[in-house]
């Protein structure tokens, strides 16, 4: 492949992985996935963290009919965690020590019965 070719590759591959907003703060300040059809807004707090299922235009935080599960990868081995339903988002009690550890962070959600992929993120978390 001449460098031309590799280059553009490139370009392409980089811009796609940012291509649906995970290099800047979602609409709550949160930490952005698209693990398919909608978003996953992680939202940092002193004893969990939010999660907000957006639609595709980062909107509409809905929970009916949505499933939310967390789990904790580290050196310490795996956690999963059960994330309870708000109003417009489902909070998962997580220990901030855990958050703040290297490792990852997956969740795997449901928004209006469609599942989508595992959204992993790097723990710490950052942009």
Known sequence: MNFFCKWLFLLLVSHSAFGHG???P???QG???MPGAFHTEVIPQKNGIKVMLLDINFKNPMTSNSS?????????GEQSFTCKARKN????PIALRLLLQKGTLQ???KRKNI???PADYPLPLTR
């Not at 939310?68 to 310490?76: D, E, F, L, P, R």
């Open 89 to 92: 988002y489902f909070f998962c």
């Open 68 to 76: 939310v599960k967390a789990i904790i990868q580290n050196a310490g």
């Open 26 to 28: 979602g609409p709550h």
């Open 31 to 33: 930490y952005i996935r």
């Open 22 to 24: 995970e290099n800047t």
């Open 107 to 109: 969740v795997l959600a």
């Open 115 to 117: 599942p989508g992929a």
